[in-house]
């Protein structure tokens, strides 16, 4: 990665199942206690926002 690049640009969240997109952490509400902390975190969130799934 070039020096003057941005980091986050770069990034991709994962679990080691799946990689998430911006679109998809936007919408996650629901997670299972395997899942790792950022995402719990993320969810929680998004229910508190208000967030609905289709």
Do not use: I, K, Y
Not at 23 to 49: E, H, K, Y
């Amino acid at each position: 990665m070039p020096q003057e690049d941005d980091l986050e640009g770069h990034l991709a969240p994962t679990h080691g199942t799946r990689t998430w997109t911006d679109a998809d952490l936007a919408m996650v509400t629901g997670t299972s206690s395997g899942d790792p902390t950022w995402l719990r975190l993320r969810a929680a969130l998004n229910r508190a926002r208000g967030v609905r799934t289709t």
